[in-house]
């Protein structure tokens, strides 16, 4: 199991680079990760959902998704809550102290996923959530120490010394920590080290002076992670283009599935911007998306505080275009109906009025995978649905696209404002390079999943080289 001193200390790129090093020795090996918080998720092969990072390990172990490689699945709606997914399907929403009285019940559910796994593989690499040092958060802990003791999972502590103080974060750790859950650990590394790595020989002996724990090794900075589906929307670092097709993405505070977004980033004449809150849609923007959101009417009024409505009726009247995705595809429609109170509480709000189409919450979610006809082009791609509610309106008249021969989706006359709830479908090159050449950008021929493909062979090579591979598999049992 791979804890971290801190959230967002590489823990996810970490197991899905030693998964592929592992699948290339030849093992069979699945990631697991009891409980996830993210808004990013990816449907699985029996029909539930599981967090984007353990769909990144599995394709890294060369397995379909599966539910129980992430059974506890936190998805915030607000601040203080956030809907329960457990083994792939929703099981309620919760505030954060309702929760931490749940956990002990799902530890059941957690043990029976993970026992599962552990049967039909030679190895599960497991992952851990934010930190074990969170002390005042380990009774009924599931997702680090609780998870280790309960199924007897040999612990590494992962530090990042790019963030400074790794030497306290280790070392810190083991004081605070209960001397049980301590003697769970097999040992450390260090990651994301910029520079001569032998300049941080004395810090790495002073750990192992102090902690008495093994050292499995310093490993470099990885250049390429960004090639890899980002986990958290922070992570999203496409490179800084001056130039291309200016895509603009609204950064919602709930923003999901954003993943949606990653083979743009690796489209050479595509300029990708991640608009945060306080900044104006840029007047040179040719595409403007609203992503997906776990929260449409709380997204919504983000949407408006920040100007945006404003910015966008401008971006329309000077011909710009607009895709809504899931959550921002019912944003564009004349009104958000949740009479039920499903994301929140009850209510009805107006929305952006670029679509005539209405949406009404319902408290039953929509996980499949589809195959899908863009309804403009006739190009074929696939992609999944992963939401809540029902849209309907006379610009559905005009689907973005088909699916089983059924409309999905809705556009505007002119076709410059489109909607759809189909996730993913940048993924297809065929489709992405089509619906580019659309808005003006030259094709480039990128294939995005073979990319993809030969960066996590990088990073397991890159971790072959910097970490004691052998040792850290030796730990397992």
């Known amino acids: 199991m791979i804890q971290g001193t801190g959230s967002n ?5 970490l197991v899905a680079g030693l998964c592929r090093a592992a699948r290339r020795r030849g093992l069979s090996v699945a990631p697991f990760k009891p409980q996830n918080m993210s808004n990013n998720a990816a449907v699985t092969s029996d029909g539930g959902e599981i967090g984007r990072a353990q769909a990144v390990q599995a394709l890294a172990a060369g397995l379909p998704l599966h539910t129980d490689m992430n059974p506890v699945l936190l998805k915030p709606e607000t601040d203080v809550g956030a809907q329960v997914v457990v083994q792939g399907q929703r099981l309620t929403t919760a505030q954060a102290r309702a929760y931490q009285a749940l956990k002990p019940q799902l ?20 992952e851990g959530a934010g930190s074990p ?3 005042n958060l380990r009774a009924g802990d599931i997702a680090n120490m609780g998870f280790a003791r309960a199924a007897d999972v040999p612990v590494i502590l992962a530090g990042d010394i790019d ?6 974060q280790i070392v810190g750790t083991q004081a605070v920590i209960d001397p049980e859950d301590a003697s769970m650990i097999a040992g450390f590394l260090i990651n994301r080290f910029r520079g001569d790595p032998s300049l941080f020989d004395d810090g790495y002996a002073m750990i192992e002076a102090r902690t008495g724990w093994r050292g499995f090794g310093v490993c470099p900075w990885f250049p390429d992670a960004w090639k890899l589906p980002a986990e958290d929307a922070l992570d999203l670092d496409a ?16 923003i999901a599935n954003f993943d949606d977004l990653d083979p743009l980033a690796h489209e050479p004449g595509v ?3 991640m608009l ?10 040719d595409l403007v998306i609203l992503p997906g959101t776990k929260s449409t009417r709380g997204d919504l009024a983000f949407l408006r505080a920040q100007g945006w409505d404003v ?7 000077r011909g710009g275009h607009v895709l809504g995705i899931c959550g921002g595809y019912q944003m564009l429609g004349r009104e958000v109906a949740d009479p039920e109170g499903v994301e929140g509480h009850a209510g009805t709000d107006p929305g952006l009025g670029l679509l005539e189409i209405a949406t009404r919450m319902t408290p039953e979610k929509r996980l499949t995978e589809v195959e899908a006809i863009h309804a403009p082009s006739g190009t074929a791609f696939r992609g999944y649905e992963i939401h809540i509610g029902e849209t309907d309106g006379p610009d559905r008249v005009r689907p973005f696209a088909h699916v089983g021969g059924a409309p999905e989706g809705a556009m505007s006359a002119d076709g410059r404002i489109a909607g759809s709830y189909l996730h993913g479908m940048f993924r297809d090159d065929r489709f992405r390079a089509r619906f580019l050449r659309g808005l003006g950008a030259a094709a480039t021929g990128t294939t995005y999943d073979a990319t993809v493909e030969a960066t996590l062979d990088a990073l397991a090579a890159h971790l072959e080289a910097h970490l004691d591979i052998d040792g850290l598999l030796a730990t397992a049992r």
């Open 9 to 13: 200390v590489g823990k996810s790129l």
């Open 107 to 126: 530890l059941t559910r957690v043990i029976e996923s993970f026992g599962r796994l552990k049967t039909a593989h030679d190895l599960v690499l497991v």
């Open 133 to 135: 040092a969170e002390v």
């Open 163 to 168: 963030r400074g103080g790794v030497i306290a």
């Open 239 to 254: 490179p800084k283009r001056a130039e291309g097709l200016h895509v603009v993405c609204l950064a919602f505070s709930r």
């Open 271 to 273: 300029r990708l911007t």
């Open 276 to 285: 945060g809150p306080g900044r104006a849609i840029p007047g040179n923007a």
């Open 311 to 317: 910015d966008l009726a401008a971006h329309v009247r």
